[in-house]
């Protein structure tokens, strides 16, 4: 399946960006978005137990931090994550459930999340990694596309092309423009500016809804249902235009707020 960065006016780091690797999700602002909403509603002690964790690992902030299971990529000794940024279903699948994910031998998304959320209350060794594993793959399963399908590797092998907001048209595919794409295009690449907007922009109801739904098969089955559409909207040109972000820009906003309160829920429910 997976993932990477940002259309740049540059052309050599635009080729960079498309054709690099397979493993990330809302690219790097995406991803430090989620964690910047999380930290904004942790507990001051909640903050207290994750700072030094991720000072550790030598990021300032625990934003930055969220993209350490990216950034390794490439680093053998970390090869055995590639599979749990995802999960499988089949291509036939009305819905996500439990029973039908495809979860290989080496793990998945769901099953990963999980097991860290075991690590860091129980384990007392490699906590500041099992922080920074849970906190991307958070962010991992709220991105639609990696609840999807292993025949086209969510995405990355369906050839799309994707006009930029200078009206220029790269070369791209369908995962990278739910990745990065359409970040940039909303305007989204500030990760600082962006999180503070969209954390200031969520309601107290909305928090307590979110707050509530703590199943992470219930994530990945909303994710699947967005892949549902997306699929669905795929036209003969395969083309998007800012139109395409346009449409979509409300669900893209809510999904990285949702995931910004989920994960807070969770990491302030480990300081309770």
């Not at 495809?102 to 793990?107: A, L, P, Q």
């Amino acid at each position: 399946m997976i993932r990477s960065n940002y259309f740049l006016m540059v052309p050599v780091l635009i080729l960079f960006m498309f054709f690099s690797t397979r493993a990330s999700a809302w690219g790097s602002s995406g991803h430090a978005i989620i964690c910047e909403i999380a930290w904004q509603n942790l507990t001051e002690k909640t903050q207290a137990w994750i700072e030094p964790l991720y000072k550790e690992k030598g990021f300032d902030t625990f934003a930055q931090s969220c993209n350490w299971a990216d950034q390794i990529r490439g680093d053998d000794r970390f090869n055995y994550l590639a599979p749990m940024h995802y999960v499988n279903v089949p291509k036939n699948a009305s819905e996500y459930s439990q029973e039908i994910a495809i979860c290989g031998k080496k793990s998945c998304v769901t099953k990963a999340i999980t097991t860290h959320i075991i690590n860091l209350k129980t384990e007392r060794k490699n906590l500041s990694q099992s922080l920074l594993l849970l906190s991307h793959f958070v962010g991992d399963i709220h991105q639609p596309l990696h609840v999807s399908y292993a025949q086209d590797w969510g995405g990355n092998k369906i050839k799309m092309a994707a006009e930029n907001k200078f009206g220029a048209v790269l070369a791209s595919n369908l995962h990278q423009i739910w990745d990065s794409w359409l970040l940039e295009t909303l305007s989204l690449s500030d990760w600082r500016q962006a999180a503070n907007s969209l954390n200031k922009n969520i309601s107290n109801s909305q928090k307590q809804t979110w707050s509530e739904q703590q199943d992470v098969h219930l994530w990945a089955k909303e994710s699947y249902e967005q892949v549902k559409l997306i699929y669905a909207q795929l036209d003969s040109t395969q083309k998007v235009t800012t139109q395409y972000a346009d449409k979509h820009a409300n669900y893209v906003r809510q999904r990285l707020q949702i995931a910004g309160i989920r994960l807070a829920t969770l990491l302030n429910s480990m300081t309770d």
